[in-house]
Structures are given as structure tokens and as C-alpha cells.
């Protein structure tokens, strides 16, 4: 910012109200931070209010499987020839059989 010459009025109107050219060019900036600031915070709700439609989106999804699987008619469980309900072991590939 060029300087104003001594005997120039806004000077004088300047200096009345406390502001010189410092004082201004802080405020300047200071102002500027503060909308930078402002900028960045609306960019993060932005990416947050992404998140939660994201978040949204698979909870109804999540509540149609739910909602699927609760009309599904139940499986019957596997069952060998003679009709015997064959039970996975725990711990291993075999079947458990129960006799029925």
C-alpha cells in the first residue's frame, strides 16, 4: 500500500478513527484467514454429510437383507438318502448325523 503524503485528509480521518496502514492491511488478512477458515470447515461438512448418505445407504441396505431374510421361507438342513440331518462338526469338514 502506497503511503499518503502527511497533509492528505483521509490521513487525518484515518488517524481519527485509529486506523493506519498497518492496522488495515491486518484486518485485511485477518479477514481473509477467518474465510479461508470458513472455506475449509464447509468443506468438511460437505465431506461429512457425504459420510452419513454413504452410511445411510448401507444401513437400507442392511435393512432390506434383514428384511429379506425375515420372509425367505426357513432351509431345511442337509439330510443324507435316508433323510438323516447331517450337522457340520465345529472344527472340521465332516458331517455330524443325527438319526431321525
Request: overall charge negative.
Amino acid at each position: 500500500m502506497d503511503e499518503l503524503p502527511p497533509d492528505d485528509p483521509l490521513l487525518a480521518l484515518l488517524d481519527t478513527y485509529g486506523v493506519v496502514g498497518s492496522d488495515i492491511e491486518n484486518r485485511v488478512m485477518a479477514q481473509l484467514e477467518r474465510e479461508d477458515e470458513q472455506i475449509a470447515l464447509q468443506a468438511e461438512v460437505s465431506a461429512l454429510r457425504a459420510d452419513v448418505a454413504a452410511m445411510r445407504a448401507e444401513m437400507a441396505e442392511l435393512k432390506r437383507i434383514l428384511l429379506a431374510s425375515r420372509q425367505a421361507p426357513l432351509a431345511h438342513p442337509p439330510a443324507d438318502s435316508r433323510g438323516t440331518i447331517l450337522l457340520p462338526y465345529a472344527r472340521t469338514d465332516k458331517a455330524l448325523p443325527i438319526l431321525g
